[in-house]
Structures are given as structure tokens and as C-alpha cells.
């Protein structure tokens, strides 16, 4: 990474809520000169649409406030990140930045999020707990507001289980018979694949399990990739792959779509945005697809992973924080502003009191036949098991890709490529700098 | 892209050593050479006719249909992506062209200054200059990007059409070639002629050297054209305002849309369709100049 990195660990909180504070004091000292003139504020964003969400605050309270956003789109991903501190590091990052939950612990411990507990700490009830604990990454800080989420559930092919005569799995074992089922039936169909391509997929279904990849234990990072749970998860899917069971191509490739397409795969485990993804993928089969909640490690357990989701965080290097943390909690939680992202930038709230409100009382187009999809989403994404992000998210997942890959491949032991992104990920951050505990 | 722009470039740079040698007697065709160029050929052009085929398909047809059979969505792409956000990909190619037209000019301009001061002077440190220079050659220009992008924050020039410029008319690439092109192409004879019928340095440069130089300068101006008009990370750190965004940087944001939303691929592969035609034009357009009898009527030996 061209940038250095400031030392410091996230959880020493302390050092960290006493800059922040330090910083905010700075910042409300020249807002209160600020109040009696206009602000302007930049938003780098990559949720297409957000423009027009804007202008809604620049029309209404924006104008009242004399607080005016200008947005600036930006393209999605870690590199993006790296844009963020780069600019961050010439003291320019722009008033307001999205940034997807596991890239705060990175941006935090580079010290480019202010603390805002004060201006939004009101919002916490409007989510989730296993929500809200992302943006405070265990500390009293508040370094961002939910945006979107993306909480996992299984997709399949309502005609195709009918005529394979399959029943939806409740638990992975039923997922396994049923893949096994499959293969019987229909030899050269397969229900899904494994992707060595979507780390996040994998971490999501980690997430499930109850897997903590980073923890802080005192002044230290603990990093868990190859714990118990993730471990499970591993051994389950290198199972299946070995066995032949599913496919274990990447998704997102063009033969991926044709096989959605042409219904030689007939299930998706996938997030709340499945069908925007669908609809694209696999436009033939509109209606005939079917969404349920994930299958579950044990019965009566209820529980789920996400995949994706991001969140509105204001920069240190702003000068209007008050101003920008004022913009964040609208439009994280105005009922306007949030219909108004559903509609523009297709999100899925991660305020729970939008999950049903009223983009949300209709299907999605493509999955018209399914009357309570959002009903039902609303419901899975109360069960969202909290999800624990370190400072170097971005390296365990490249080490995902190239370990997991090379493993469905040669169809190869998973745990083994498990063990290699507990290490590269630790070796990782101990190169940076951060203490490490066995 | 670059790909792309490169294999454009090889065709054009090998006529003019065929023309040079003259008409060959008719000979047997060698064919383990000719069947390994055909490959290299067939490997390097099936993703250009990837692309072209793809770019008229419908979203619908896109993965759907058989890879390289025609779609009927061509027009259709063409007219979304136009009114993509009010037509900002118009806005992007224009900024590309104002990038890399600019840009490529101006650098030209400096290595031809620079290139043919090398050749044709000497001076204490040319060499050790010279030598500095052969050095930036080797550093690939996408680790100064960030540096770069400091020093400009420092003179409050981020985020403008300055800030991508400034960084590109210096390259030492153009400079090396340009110096090696006066060696060759400006003998010192005709610069010696020159000054004793009395012209002055800069008229010596303008009238006699620059003329001759011009083949070797239209080669530095292209290099530099595709290689502004396809760089991506130097924009991408600079800017932050997508209306100044050049077209490498806009078809990124169209792809990397977040997770909720699909990426529109329909319309990058149109877009990086469209945005080859320039490239194209302008290889078409220059490469007369490549077959142009350098010194003729310079020297006589």
C-alpha cells in the first residue's frame, strides 16, 4: 500500500475516542461560526441515483439548514478505499464518503472517520443491533450510519424443484441430500456452485455459522479465519465439491448466467439483491424463481449472514462534521430520503422501520409471483448474526480468491486453503504494524 | 484497450520498412512464420470482434445468444448509453480527447525540445542527464501517481483538468526517443550548413531539424495519445468529479455500481466499443507520415 499507515489499533479506543473528540471539539468550534453562513458539503458515493436523492435535502432541509451536498460518484470496491486514503492522506477527502461495513475498520484505524456519536448517537434504535454494532466497531464511537444491507437467503427454482420433486432445505445437511438428489435425478443439472470468485459470499455464510474472523482482545487483534465455525463451513462446501455434488465454477461469468438461464443450475445462495442481479443474469426465467431463508446448521435455529451493505460515514478532514453527520442521519433514516433511495439507487434500507414501508409493500418485478418477498426479507433481516471486520479485510479476501480457487480446482482439501488465509492475513497485519494475538 | 491500440500500431509501423526494401522476387511462403503470425493474429483480433459483436447485443441477448452471432440491440445501446445521466459519456469522451489530444501535443512539444537539445548540443551533464532520463524510462509511470497526486494537493490543483494534464507532458519515454530519432535523422552537417548561412538556433530547429524530425515526433505524439487515452489510475486518483472523468475512468463507475445493483455491461461494452473509433481515426489519419523518405535531400553521401 503506497500510503503509511498511522499505527493504531482500532480498539485501543481510548487513543482513538480522544483524537476523535479532540477533532470533533476542533470541528464544532468553527461549525458554530459555520451556522450563520452556508455549507457546503462533497459526498463521494457510488449508489447510482444519489444525485437525485440529494437534491431532495438540497430542496428541503438542506435549504433550511443552509447545508448544501454536492455528490460526486465514484466507482465501488476496495479501490475505492484506497482513493479515500490517499485523498485523506493530502488532507483531502471529501466531507462524506460510502463505505461498505468490513472497509471501516480500515479507514478507522487510518483515521479518516470522525466520531459522531454525537450528532447521530439518537439513530441507533432505527436499526438493528447486529447493524448498528458494525459502525461503532465495538467501541462508544459512532464512525457511520447504515445505509444498506444485504442479509443472506437461499433463491431457487419454484418449477424446477417441483419437477425434480425436491423440497426446499431448512438445514445445509437437507441442502447436501438435495444437491446429491439433483445429481441422481438430472445428471448434468447441478443446484448451485461453489465460487471461489465472492469472498464476500463466503464470509457471509462464515458469518452464519457464528465465525469472528477479527475480535480484539486488550491492546491486540485475534484473527479467527480458520476458526471452529469457519472451518465447518469450509469442510461442508470442499465436500460438495469433491463429491461432484455442485458445480464449482465462479459467478458472475457469462456461462454462469446462461446456466441460470437455461436452468442447469436451479439455486442461488445469495443476498436481498438477488433480483436485480437475476434479472439481468438469468431475464428467461422471471417469475419462476423462489426465495427462502438460508437453510439453518442445526433445526430451530434462525439465523443468517450478509453479503454486501454499506454505510454513511463523515471524514476527518472535514470541516463541517455537524453539518455532514446532520446530512448522514437523514438520509439513513428520513422516511423520504429512504424511499427515495429505494427507488433511485435500488437499496435495501438497513433501517428497519423502511424495510416495509412503502417501496417495500410490492415484490421486486422479477419476483412477482412472491406477493411477501419483502415481508419475508424484513423478517430474515432481523436475524442477522453479528459480523466482526478487522483492518485488513481486503487481504483475506484476495487470499480467499487465490486459495479457494486453486482448491475447487484441484478439488483439493478447503481447510488447508482455510489455514492459508488465517496466515497471510495475520502475516498482513503484523506487516502494518497492528499487534497480533496468537 | 491498450491491447487494442497496440495491435493498430503494428500493422501501420510495418509498412514502412516494406516499402523501403523494395519489390521482392516472388519466393516460396514460408509457412511455419506464416501459420504462427495467423495465430498470433487470430488471438489478438477475437476479443476486438468480441467486443464489436457484443456491443450489438440487447441486455436480453447478451449472455443468452450465441457468442459470436450479431444481436439486434446495437442502436438501442447506442441511444441508452447516450442518455445514461443526461449523456455524460459524450462528456467523458470529450474530456478523453481534450486529455489525451492536449496532452499528447504538448509532450510532443517538450520531447522534441528536450530530445533533439540531447541530440544536437553538447554541454556538461548531458550524459549524466541523458542517463536520469533512461532511468524515468524504466519507472513505470503508475507508481508516481500518488506522489504526483500529493505534490498536486499541496498546490490546491486535485480534482481539475490541470491535474491530469501537468503530470503527462513530461515523458521520458518521448524525450529518449526523440533524442534517439535527431541522432539519427538531424546530421550534423546540415546543422553545421545552417549556422554558416548565417540561421539562427531557433530557425535552425524550426526549419531545418523539425521537418526532418516529424516522422519520429508523429510516433512520440501517438504513443503519448494512447497512452493518456488509456491510463486509468492517474485520473483515478486525481479526480473525484465524474463530469471530469475520462472514458477509462466513467466505464469503471458504470461497472462498479456496488453489490445491490447489476453491472451494466451492455452498456461498457458499447462504450469501450465507441471509445476505439478516435483511436482507429487517428491511426489512419497519421500513418502517412511514417512513409515519408526521411532524409531525402538533406545530405548526399
New interface residues.
Given amino acids: 500500500m ?2 503509511t499507515k498511522r499505527r493504531r489499533l482500532v480498539s485501543s479506543a481510548v487513543a482513538v475516542a480522544l483524537g476523535a473528540t479532540a477533532l470533533a471539539a476542533c470541528g464544532s468550534s468553527s461549525d458554530d461560526e459555520a451556522q450563520s453562513g452556508p455549507v457546503s458539503l ?1 459526498y ?1 458515493t ?3 441515483g444519489m444525485d437525485k436523492v440529494v437534491d431532495l435535502w438540497n430542496k428541503g432541509p438542506g435549504k433550511k439548514e443552509q447545508i448544501t451536498v454536492t455528490v ?6 476496495d ?1 475505492l478505499v484506497t ?1 479515500i486514503l ?2 485523506h ?4 477527502a ?1 466531507d462524506l464518503v460510502q463505505a461498505e461495513y468490513q472497509a471501516l475498520p480500515t479507514l478507522v484505524s487510518n483515521d479518516a472517520l470522525a466520531d459522531i456519536s454525537g450528532e447521530v448517537g439518537d439513530a441507533k434504535e432505527k436499526f438493528a443491533d447486529g447493524v448498528w454494532q458494525q459502525t461503532t466497531l465495538g467501541t462508544d464511537a459512532v464512525y457511520a450510519v447504515p445505509q ?1 444491507i ?1 442479509p443472506m437467503m437461499f433463491y431457487y427454482r419454484e418449477d424446477l424443484f417441483k419437477k425434480y420433486g425436491l423440497k426446499v432445505p431448512a438445514t445445509w445437511d437437507e441442502f447436501a441430500e438435495t444437491a446429491r438428489a439433483l445429481k441422481k435425478k438430472a445428471p448434468d443439472t447441478d443446484l448451485t456452485t461453489f465460487s471461489a470468485n465472492d469472498s ?1 459470499l463466503f464470509a457471509g455464510l462464515a458469518q452464519q455459522a457464528g465465525a469472528k474472523w477479527w475480535t480484539t482482545s486488550g491492546d491486540k487483534w485475534k484473527v479467527g479465519i480458520n476458526d471452529a465455525a469457519t472451518q465447518k463451513v469450509a469442510e461442508f462446501w470442499g465436500d460438495l465439491v469433491k463429491e461432484g455434488a455442485i458445480d464449482d465454477q465462479p459467478m458472475y461469468t ?1 456461462a454462469w ?2 446456466a441460470l ?2 436452468g442447469k443450475q436451479i439455486a442461488w445462495v445469495s ?3 438477488a433480483p ?2 437475476l ?3 438469468a ?2 426465467t422471471k417469475g419462476k424463481w423462489a426465495m427462502a431463508p438460508l437453510p439453518q446448521w442445526s433445526d430451530g435455529e434462525n439465523r443468517t449472514g450478509s ?4 454505510s454513511t460515514a463523515v471524514t476527518t478532514d472535514s470541516e463541517h462534521k455537524d453539518a455532514a453527520a446532520k446530512f448522514a442521519a437523514w438520509l439513513n433514516t428520513d422516511g423520504d430520503a429512504l424511499s427515495a433511495l429505494a427507488k433511485e ?4 434500507p438497513a433501517s428497519t422501520s423502511a424495510q416495509l414501508s412503502g417501496a417495500f409493500t410490492s415484490p421486486p418485478e422479477y419476483f412477482s409471483n412472491q406477493p411477501d418477498f419483502y415481508r419475508k426479507a424484513a423478517e430474515i433481516a432481523e436475524t442477522t448474526a453479528p459480523s466482526a471486520w478487522g483492518p485488513n479485510v481486503n487481504v483475506a479476501y484476495t487470499t480467499f480468491k487465490d486459495a479457494f480457487g486453486a482448491a475447487a480446482k484441484n478439488k483439493s482439501d478447503f481447510t488447508a486453503a482455510l489455514d492459508t488465509m488465517q496466515e497471510e492475513t495475520v502475516a498482513d497485519l503484523e506487516k502494518q504494524g497492528f499487534e497480533v494475538a496468537q | 484497450m491498450s491491447s487494442l491500440a497496440l495491435h493498430q500500431a503494428d500493422p501501420a509501423a510495418g509498412t514502412s520498412p516494406g516499402t523501403a526494401r523494395g519489390p521482392a522476387r516472388p519466393r516460396r511462403i514460408a509457412l511455419v512464420p506464416t501459420l504462427t503470425l495467423l495465430l498470433g493474429a487470430v488471438y489478438c483480433l477475437l476479443p476486438v470482434v468480441w467486443v464489436v459483436i457484443a456491443s450489438t447485443k440487447s441486455g436480453r441477448e447478451l449472455f443468452s445468444t450465441f457468442t459470436f452471432w450479431p444481436g439486434t440491440g446495437f442502436t438501442g445501446n447506442v441511444s441508452e448509453l447516450s442518455s445514461y445521466r443526461d449523456g455524460v459519456y459524450w462528456q467523458w469522451m470529450g474530456n478523453s480527447a481534450l486529455y489525451a489530444g492536449l496532452g499528447a501535443l504538448l509532450s510532443t512539444c517538450v520531447s522534441a525540445f528536450s530530445g533533439y537539445a540531447l541530440a544536437i548540443y553538447r554541454f556538461r551533464g548531458r550524459e549524466t542527464m541523458f542517463n536520469i532520463l533512461l532511468a524515468g524510462v524504466l519507472m513505470p509511470p503508475v507508481i508516481l501517481a500518488i506522489p504526483q497526486y500529493l505534490l498536486l494537493a499541496k498546490a490546491d490543483l486535485t480534482d481539475s483538468y490541470l491535474s491530469v494534464l501537468l503530470p503527462q507532458i513530461l515523458s521520458p519515454y518521448g524525450v529518449y526517443l526523440a533524442r534517439i530519432y535527431a541522432a539519427a535523422a538531424v546530421p550534423a552537417d546540415v546543422v553545421e550548413a545552417g549556422r554558416m548561412d548565417g540561421a539562427g538556433e531557433w530557425r535552425i530547429f524550426t526549419r531545418v531539424a523539425l521537418p526532418m524530425m516529424l516522422p519520429g515526433l508523429v510516433t512520440v505524439f501517438l504513443f503519448q495519445f494512447v497512452a493518456i487515452w488509456n491510463n486509468f489510475l492517474l485520473p483515478y486518483i486525481m479526480l473525484s468529479d465524474d463530469e471530469k472523468f475520462p472514458i477509462t475512468l466513467g466505464l469503471h463507475t458504470l461497472l462498479e455500481q456496488g453489490a445491490n445493483t447489476p453491472a451494466l455491461y451492455t452498456l461498457v461494452i458499447t462504450g469501450a466499443f465507441l471509445a476505439v473509433f478516435p483511436l482507429v481515426a487517428l491511426f489512419l489519419v497519421v500513418q502517412r507520415f511514417w512513409s515519408l523518405d526521411l532524409l531525402s535531400g538533406a545530405v548526399k553521401s
Avoid at chain 1, 89 to 92: F, I, Q, R, T
Fill in positions: 503506497p500510503y462533497t463521494w457510488w449508489a447510482p460526486k460518484k465514484q466507482a465501488s470496491g479501490t482513493k490517499t485523498a492522506k493530502a488532507g483531502k471529501p444498506d444485504g464476500g457469462p448466467n446462461k438461464n437455461t443476498a436481498v439483491w436485480g442481479t434479472t439481468t443474469a431475464p428467461d453479503w454486501g451493505g454499506s439507487s435500488g437499496i435495501y
